[in-house]
């Protein structure tokens, strides 16, 4: 089962998945969009977990409050991706491509952070927060 507590907006053309802080809506394209269902689902956890970075949620947004936005937008993006990742593995969803993609994104964002250490981390704990909120595990 999962948590999310987001309005889901599936939309035929194919755009980017993006998750809509002012409406608490999640944007994302049909899964005939993607070549493979693990593909779907885990932009879809991705912008879940944006969506857990709200105040009523997990409330990583004060944690953001002592960051530069350039920090922010790179921590927030690695946490989107190990918390989907963790996702998809809870679920059975196991496709090796899928996670070689995460992976990917992962190595890109932590360039990113140019080795800060620190923010790696706080990415890697706010993964497990989000992942654990979603999957209904969440208790602070």
Not at 5 to 21: E, H, I, M, S, T
Not at 61 to 87: G, P
Not at 111 to 134: F, H, P, T
Request: aromatic share 8%; with cysteine.
């Amino acid at each position: 089962t999962i948590n999310s507590g987001v309005n889901l907006d599936q939309k035929p053309d194919c755009p980017q998945p993006a998750y809509d802080a002012a409406t608490d809506t999640v944007e994302m394209p049909e899964k005939a969009c993607f070549a493979y269902e693990e593909d779907y689902y885990a932009a879809l956890m991705a912008q879940f977990v944006h969506s857990t970075a709200s105040e009523e949620r997990c409330n990583r947004k004060r944690e953001y409050q002592r960051l530069q936005e350039a920090d922010m937008t790179v921590k927030e993006e690695l946490t989107a991706e190990i918390a989907s990742s963790m996702i998809l593995m809870v679920a059975g969803m196991k496709r090796r491509e899928t996670h070689e993609q995460i992976a990917a994104e992962c190595q890109k964002w932590i360039r990113e952070m140019e080795n800060d250490y620190r923010l790696m981390v706080n990415a890697a704990s706010g993964a497990e927060k989000a992942a654990k909120y979603i999957l209904g595990e969440f208790a602070e």
